[in-house]
């Protein structure tokens, strides 16, 4: 490394945000870049630990260690250290297709394996990586790169979120001539319509996609794919398929009085919020402006439903999670180098804070019913408290610990359950116990011939850095199935 005892010597720096109570009147990007003075000393804290964990990308205990892209970030870390920029950006865009995505929303995987982070903060890997593609912008290194050679095979991937992205860049890039199609009016799936642009700017998207049109992949919105084109009519026009569909089957909470007026699922809500704002609406459709807002469920939807809220004006936010407020520090159950699981203040959760006086969140609450008034709207959620029985590992009510909580707005995230019924109904794949695309890992075949899976279709709800390399490798498995070999990475 550029500096073998940086690690040593330097501090972590972590990556500047826009102050709360001013960035919650407005919907732009609440993260900021470090100096490149700062970058350059966060670059020279990585050490020269011989196997660089940050990059094994395994899957340990259920969850991913280290980045599923394998990025070589010892390397790009040192070229940065020594103020070379450009050759920085051409060792992160051998592993990672969508660098101003993955350094924007991504919770860095790579940080929880880092060896720094044994003892000390890990290396700010994530800032870095965002800081070498944005550079990469800025200077005008990235151009339209179109194959020189195209072969005669013809691919469609259906989905255009990071998985399907990928693919399309890949295959495209190895000769083939690609379309995407989208059901949805802007290309871009989760990334576009599920993503806040506070976390993501839409026009870092658009401008990504219009890259990738520029090197000759064609896309194709506002078209549901096995209902608007069949299934015979792709398998007649295509070489072979991509279902990158995503998990986009909601969790529903089946408790009594779900059907209240003025109950939402999150994404469609975050949708709505996301498609005012590109059409310059003054005035959000679904909105949460002067209500009691109830969130159930504790991921990072919820939190995204957090921050929308919040901007819209809310009169109050809780966000209610089945389990337990998390540790402080890594318990003896969770060791490096898995992912932390510890407990944190999302840029949401410290919005809420600073607005309303606490952190929105509240633990081991579960929904009974929704309470509703004569004229069908939600007044609020009977609750009762639940406990972990370490035995069974289940959750259990504790008894006389109901409560209600008032709504005027309740916004389900509580996860999904699959890709969407309709996938299996017109494409006559295989399904998984989980509701996922059966295709194995590393192969992305699924039972028909011809027809390959990836991402949160094929693996469930997970990260968009996963979403990525799962685009990435199936793209060499159909590669191979259509020419015999392939020299995709």
């Given at each position: 490394m550029g500096k073998a005892t940086g690690f040593m010597e330097y501090d972590r720096i972590e990556t500047p945000v826009r102050k709360p109570k001013e960035r919650?009147?407005?919907?732009?990007?609440?993260?900021?870049?470090?100096?490149?003075?700062?970058?350059?000393?966060?670059?020279?804290?990585?050490?020269?630990?011989?196997?660089p964990f940050c990059s094994i990308g395994m899957e340990i205990k259920n969850g991913v260690s280290g980045c599923p892209l394998h990025n070589l970030i010892p390397e790009w870390n040192d070229a940065v250290y020594r103020g070379d920029w450009k050759e920085a950006l051409e060792l992160l865009l051998k592993t990672n297709n969508f660098?101003?995505?993955?350094?924007?929303?991504?919770?860095?995987?790579?940080?929880?394996?880092?060896?720094?982070?044994?003892?000390?903060?890990?290396?700010g890997i994530k800032s870095i990586e965002?800081?070498?593609?944005?550079?990469?912008?800025?200077?005008?290194?990235?151009?339209?790169?179109?194959?020189?050679?195209?072969?005669?095979?013809?691919?469609?991937?259906?989905?255009?979120?990071?998985?399907?992205?990928?693919?399309?860049?890949?295959?495209n890039q190895a000769g083939h001539t690609v379309t995407v199609f989208e059901k949805s009016d802007r290309i871009g799936g989760l990334l576009m319509y599920g993503i806040p642009t506070m976390k993501l700017d839409k026009e870092s998207v658009s401008r990504r996609v219009q890259l990738l049109e520029a090197e000759g992949i064609r896309f194709v919105t506002n078209v549901d794919c096995g209902k608007d084109l069949s299934f015979q009519e792709l398998k007649r026009d295509f070489d072979a398929l991509v279902l990158a569909t995503g998990a986009g089957k909601p969790r529903e909470v089946a408790v009594p009085n779900r059907d209240s007026k003025g109950i939402h699922l999150a994404v469609p809500y975050l949708t709505a919020s996301i498609r005012d704002l590109l059409l310059n609406k003054t005035e959000q459709s679904l909105s949460a402006a002067g209500k009691r807002v109830i969130i159930i469920g504790g991921g990072d939807t919820g939190a995204d439903c957090v921050a929308t809220?919040?901007?819209?004006?809310?009169?109050?936010?809780?966000?209610?999670?089945r389990r337990g407020k998390l540790e402080e520090e890594r318990s003896e159950n969770n060791p490096w180098p898995e992912y932390p699981h510890v407990f944190q203040m999302d840029y949401a959760h410290k919005e809420a804070e600073a607005v309303y006086g606490m952190d929105p969140r509240e633990y081991l609450l579960s929904p009974?019913?929704?309470?509703?008034?004569?004229a069908c709207e939600v007044t609020g959620i009977r609750t009762v408290q639940v406990e972990r029985d370490e035995e069974t590992?289940?959750?259990?009510?504790?008894?006389?610990?109901?409560?209600?909580?008032?709504?005027d707005m309740v916004l389900i995230a509580a996860?999904?359950?699959?890709?969407?019924?309709?996938?299996?109904?017109?494409?006559?794949?295989?399904?998984?116990?989980?509701?996922?695309?059966?295709?194995?890992?590393?192969?992305?075949?699924?039972?028909?011939?011809?027809?390959?899976?990836?991402?949160?279709?094929?693996?469930?709800?997970?990260?968009?850095v996963t979403?990525?390399?799962?685009?990435?490798?199936?793209a060499r498995e159909v590669d191979f199935y259509l020419m015999g070999e392939t020299f995709l990475p």
């Open positions: 919650v009147r407005d919907w732009n990007e609440y993260s900021l870049p470090l100096e490149e003075a700062d970058l350059k000393i966060q670059a020279a804290r990585c050490m020269d630990c011989g196997v660098p101003e995505f993955t350094g924007r929303v991504c919770p860095a995987p790579c940080e929880g394996s880092c060896t720094v982070a044994i003892s000390e903060p890990a290396v965002r800081a070498i593609i944005d550079r990469g912008f800025a200077e005008g290194w990235i151009k339209p790169t179109p194959p020189k050679v195209r072969t005669e095979k013809k691919i469609g991937v259906i989905g255009s979120g990071p998985a399907g992205l990928a693919c399309a860049d890949q295959l809220a919040l901007r819209q004006g809310a009169k109050s936010i809780l966000q209610l999670g009974v019913s929704f309470v509703k008034n004569e590992k289940r959750y259990r009510e504790v008894p006389n610990s109901e409560r209600i909580l008032d709504a996860g999904f359950e699959g890709a969407e019924d309709a996938i299996f109904e017109n494409f006559k794949v295989k399904k998984t116990k989980q509701q996922t695309i059966e295709a194995a890992k590393g192969f992305y075949r699924t039972s028909e011939e011809g027809i390959f899976a990836c991402g949160d279709a094929r693996y469930g709800q997970s990260l968009v979403a990525i390399a799962e685009g990435r490798e199936a």
